[in-house]
Nanobody, 115 residues
Framework: QVQLVESGGGLVQAGESLRLSCAAS????????MGWYRQAPGKQRELVAR???????YYADSVKGRFTISRRNARNTVYLQMNSLKPEDTAVYYCQAVTYSSDYWGQGTQVTVSS
């Protein structure tokens, strides 16, 4: 059974940084893609960043230049380095991992940025 476990969320002030981690277990091959979504209260879940096959990377416009996604394929781990955090980055952040036939989600980690 595949499980994704996120860590690294917390409460910070605007302008500070956080690093989220997501580690997968129960899988013996690499995912096609791993990424991060977030969901703020009253809003839809949105894609923040994704690292796909071949090293392709996507960032939402709202985080370009501030967030960096990285992967360690051998360990099926993905990170999200978040710098210059803003109050509007406050949300629950979810890790997603995708294979050819399935996608998997972590339980989410809360990120709160105070002004």
């Amino acid at each position: 059974q595949v499980q994704l476990v996120e860590s690294g969320g917390g409460l910070v002030q605007a302008g500070e940084s956080l690093r989220l981690s997501c580690a997968a277990s129960g899988i013996i091959f690499s995912f096609n893609a791993m990424g991060w979504y977030r969901q703020a209260p009253g809003k839809q879940r949105e894609l923040v960043a994704r690292n796909g096959s071949g090293g392709t990377v996507y960032y939402a416009d709202s985080v370009k230049g501030r967030f960096t996604i990285s992967r360690r394929n051998a360990r099926n781990t993905v990170y999200l380095q978040m710098n210059s955090l803003k109050p509007e980055d406050t949300a629950v952040y979810y890790c997603q991992a995708v294979t050819y036939s399935s996608d998997y989600w972590g339980q989410g980690t809360q990120v709160t940025v105070s002004s």
